[in-house]
């Protein structure tokens, strides 16, 4: 116990001197001390100035678009639609195979509203999440409704003289794309102010 004491007592003795904070801050700092002065605020930035530069900026190119399209420059186009819970990127004369039942029967010619983006060579249309209707239209055409490869399910439990087979044939239908087409300019302020917008989702 005597040694135990001893050692606490020695201990107590050489306590540590006190180091401040900011000394202690400043000697791990990498930068010279007069650098850690305060410095004055910068002046004001103008919200405005750069808001109008953005606005010429996007302008300008929504102009560029526009003349492509209007001098059919734009080469061919492409577009993502969101179809049965899926989304399939397609051009013009596409093939793409929509899963599961879906209503319509061969020969319908049908246009798809959810594009959510189209584009070309230069450039690109994004929708928040999907675009404006009637910016784009994409039209297609059913042209053949089938079923899947027969898929087989089987159960078996051992020693239980349990066996079950279950046969699975899902329809699938294969739609055609025949044409994607920009339907007015883009961004055109003056149509987008007189009709708003009818979203039910």
């Given at each position: 116990?005597?040694?135990?004491?001893?050692?606490?007592?020695?201990?107590?003795?050489?306590?540590?001197?006190?180091?401040?904070?900011?000394?202690?801050?400043?000697?791990?700092?990498?930068?010279?001390?007069?650098?850690?002065?305060?410095?004055?605020?910068?002046?004001?930035?103008?919200?405005?100035?750069?808001?109008?530069?953005?606005?010429?900026?996007?302008?300008?190119?929504?102009?560029?678009?526009?003349?492509?399209?209007?001098?059919?420059?734009?080469?061919?186009?492409?577009?993502?639609?969101?179809?049965?819970?899926?989304?399939?990127?397609?051009?013009?004369?596409?093939?793409?195979?929509?899963?599961?039942?879906?209503?319509?029967?061969?020969?319908?010619?049908?246009?798809?509203?959810?594009?959510?983006?189209?584009g070309a060579r230069d450039f690109t249309l994004i929708g928040r999440p999907i675009l404006e209707p009637g910016l784009v239209t994409v039209k297609a055409t059913i042209i053949e409704k089938t079923l899947t490869h027969t898929?087989?399910?089987?159960?078996?439990?051992?020693?239980?003289?349990?066996?079950?087979?279950?046969?699975?044939?899902?329809?699938?239908?294969?739609?055609?794309?025949?044409?994607?087409?920009?339907?007015?300019?883009?961004?055109?302020?003056?149509?987008?102010?007189?009709?708003?917008?009818?979203?039910?989702?």
């Amino acid at each position: 116990m005597s040694l135990l004491a001893q050692s606490v007592r020695q201990v107590l003795r050489y306590t540590t001197p006190r180091v401040s904070l900011n000394s202690a801050m400043r000697a791990l700092s990498m930068s010279p001390a007069l650098l850690q002065q305060n410095k004055p605020m910068p002046a004001a930035i103008d919200v405005s100035a750069i808001a109008k530069e953005h606005q010429k900026e996007c302008q300008s190119v929504c102009d560029r678009v526009n003349q492509q399209v209007a001098k059919s420059e734009q080469g061919r186009l492409f577009a993502v639609v969101h179809l049965s819970g899926k989304q399939f990127k397609v051009t013009p004369g596409d093939i793409i195979l929509v899963e599961g039942y879906w209503p319509p029967t061969i020969g319908d010619e049908i246009s798809l509203d959810k594009v959510l983006l189209a584009g070309a060579r230069d450039f690109t249309l994004i929708g928040r999440p999907i675009l404006e209707p009637g910016l784009v239209t994409v039209k297609a055409t059913i042209i053949e409704k089938t079923l899947t490869h027969t898929k087989t399910n089987f159960k078996k439990k051992r020693r239980k003289q349990y066996m079950r087979i279950n046969f699975q044939r899902s329809p699938n239908t294969m739609i055609r794309i025949n044409s994607i087409e920009l339907t007015r300019p883009v961004d055109s302020s003056a149509e987008r102010e007189a009709e708003p917008s009818r979203r039910l989702f």
